[in-house]
């Protein structure tokens, strides 16, 4: 008893204190704005805050792309929310704006963003200072296409192959993978979101609760953040819906909602930002995402809900399934091998770049869950389709290929994160003519 | 363009009013009286998840600071869960009666995030001052719910709870971004702006 009554005081001491140990201003406005192109060299920085603040010389620091400082000493303003700094005549270039003030009652706040000189100005999650993915974002990058394929593979799955009516078990159990996907999507992206941030921000975990993220909500990546986030909150309140009131037809609008949006990643990754990246590249890429999502959660749900909690449903269920795998295959491969291509312009950088070494590995993943499926599809639907019993082996069989699923989505994960190699330089539109 | 801070606060707590107006009259009059429209059921806990899903768009929207995104997060995802549990319980998706337990839980953390995601003092500003107020509320407020699981028939603790929401939506209505408290306004905070 005294234990808790112990436990109860810290509690209500932690609650009490936060009121008067971390006040904090927060940043209303900057000159030059959140990556604005200038056509001019800026004679300053300025912000204004919401609250009084006071800057140290170094509360406001520019750099170049190559980290050179261009910014003089910072100096309060005669309006006390207001701090500015010097700037050398800047040339044609990034730079970035690392800022930190200390609010009045001694805690500090900081924040990044960058804006171009005659240039256009890089996402905040580019300036200059950010290390670039960890081995945590790689893994974070993975659980959220494995959440993204008990979502939309789930739903997939659920409408096209397991049409009718489900024994009430396998039916709870459904919603509990799809509804884990649901959930997961959405904590997973609101992770992935920080974690990016931390790593621009450069600030320790303390001071990084209190950092500013709206220049990163305003670049590509936040914008699908916001977006993502969004579309899947109310694809979890449609899957609600549909539990509740038990109408299948809700789950149409949360598949086509939760594909729909998951084009965000492809709108903000390389297919969409990367030098050769068209409308095409950014099809192609969703399409590979949305395929590889349906094949991997249709695979955990045929191996997870069918076939334990639905005997009678298991070979209707298989062979359907596999005339879906098999459309869905050709669209990955298809938009695997243009998306390869695009990105490694010489055979050679699929061994000499870190890039196309991932590659590798994923295509030697991929090779093997397509002879999986294939012996599948080319010995086992047959002899199914000829109303041959079951093979005990096959649940075991269908786990395996889709914790190959799962292998193939890390490698994915590992490679939206990294650099693809740069593209070489376009030749001139009219160098024929030119030599002519 | 993003509405001031308040006009948000201003909006929630019209949701908040109507979730306690519904839940006063509940149990006022009762569970018989209540349901003689099956709809009436469905009410409050339709609306409190519905509040839970437009908390997502203030929580992506505002982003001046990590702590402040993430508090808005926790605030819907307790919101939905409190109101998908009753929900389902009303529904007879749910059977048992401990899901009454996410409503207390959704109390209790959402006054602690008011209370940790509000970095300055009571006097600091009004907005501060009716954070903490907030906070504690809804804290001191998770009682009624916690008490009400237990004891379903009681229109004590029934009535509490409606009334925390009520006075939560006033203390809402009464926010004002930087405004004085009784009559203070730290110099700290700048000038009144709005």
């Known amino acids: 008893m005294k234990r808790l009554v112990t436990v109860c005081y810290l509690v209500a001491l932690a ?59 910072a100096r309060p303003g005669a309006d006390r929310r207001v701090v500015t700094a010097p700037l050398q005549a800047l040339p044609r270039g990034v730079y970035t704006v690392r800022w930190r003030v200390v609010s009045a009652d001694s805690h500090s706040v900081a924040g990044v963003f960058t804006f171009g000189v005659r240039h256009r100005a890089p996402p905040a999650t580019e300036a200059f200072g950010a290390a670039g993915p960890t081995t945590a974002e790689h893994v974070v990058r993975w659980l959220y296409f494995l959440a993204l394929a008990l979502l939309a593979g789930g739903l997939g799955f659920r409408l096209l192959v397991a049409r009718g009516p489900l024994p009430p078990q396998a039916e709870r159990r459904f919603y509990r993978i799809v509804g884990v996907g649901a959930v997961g999507v959405i904590e997973v992206g609101i992770l992935a979101f920080l974690l990016r941030a931390e790593d621009a921000l450069q600030l320790p975990f303390t001071n990084f609760l209190y950092g500013d993220l709206s220049p990163l909500a305003s670049a590509r990546f936040g914008v699908a953040f916001v977006t993502m986030t969004l579309g899947f909150a109310l694809v979890s309140a449609l899957l609600f819906l549909a539990w509740l009131t038990e109408r299948r037809v809700l789950l149409w609008p949360a598949l086509l909602l939760a594909l729909g949006f998951a084009s965000g990643l492809s709108l903000s990754g390389h297919s969409a930002v990367d030098a050769g990246s068209s409308w095409l590249s950014e099809l192609a890429d969703w399409a590979h995402l949305a395929a590889a999502s349906l094949w991997v959660g249709g695979l955990v749900q045929l191996a997870f809900v069918v076939w334990p909690l639905a005997p009678e449903l298991r070979r209707s269920a298989f062979l359907r399934f596999s005339k879906l795998a098999t459309a869905l295959i050709v669209i990955l491969l298809s938009a695997g091998i243009y998306l390869s291509v695009l990105r490694l312009p010489h055979l050679s950088d699929l061994w000499s770049e870190g890039y196309g070494q991932v590659l590798i590995v994923k295509l030697g993943l991929v090779s093997l869950a397509l002879l999986w499926g294939a012996a ?38 590992v490679l939206v994160e990294s650099k693809p190699p740069a593209q070489p330089p376009a030749k001139p539109l009219n160098a024929a003519a030119t030599k002519r | 363009m993003l509405p001031p801070a308040e006009f948000v606060h201003w909006m929630f707590a019209t949701g908040f009013l109507l979730l306690g107006l519904c839940l006063l009259a509940h149990a006022i009059v009762g569970d018989g009286v209540w349901r003689r429209r099956a709809w009436r059921a469905y009410l409050w806990p339709g609306l409190a998840f519905a509040m839970g899903v437009l908390m997502w768009p203030v929580m992506v929207f505002f982003t001046n600071s990590t702590i402040h995104m993430l508090a808005h997060g926790s605030w819907a995802q307790v919101m939905m869960l409190a109101g998908a549990s009753e929900l389902g319980l009303v529904r007879g998706k749910l059977h048992n009666r401990y899901w009454h337990l996410t409503m207390p839980l959704a109390f209790a953390v959402s006054g602690a995030t008011f209370l940790i995601h509000e970095q300055n003092s009571w006097l600091f500003a009004r907005s501060a001052f009716l954070h903490h107020m907030i906070g504690w509320t ?57």
């Open chain 1, 376 to 413: 599948h599809h080319f010995v086992v639907r047959p002899a199914l389709e000829q109303g041959a019993p079951l093979f005990s082996g096959l649940p075991r069989s269908l786990i395996g290929e889709s914790a190959v699923g799962m292998a193939i989505l890390l490698a994915a994960a």
């Open chain 2, 138 to 194: 809804v804290i001191v407020g998770a009682l009624f719910p916690l008490v009400a699981t237990f004891r379903p028939r009681s229109a004590l603790w029934r009535s509490g709870l409606a009334l925390t929401f009520v006075v939560l939506s006033v203390l809402l209505y009464c926010d004002r971004d930087t405004a004085p408290i009784f009559g203070h306004l730290s110099p700290l905070a700048g000038e009144q702006h709005r």
């Open chain 1, 15 to 73: 609650l009490a204190l936060p009121g008067t140990a971390w006040a904090h201003a927060a940043l209303m406005k900057t000159t030059p704005a959140f990556a604005q192109r200038l056509e001019r060299s800026p004679a300053f920085v300025q912000l204004r805050f919401d609250q009084s603040v006071s800057a140290l010389p170094n509360a406001i620091t520019v750099y170049t792309d190559k980290g050179r400082v261009v910014s003089g000493p």
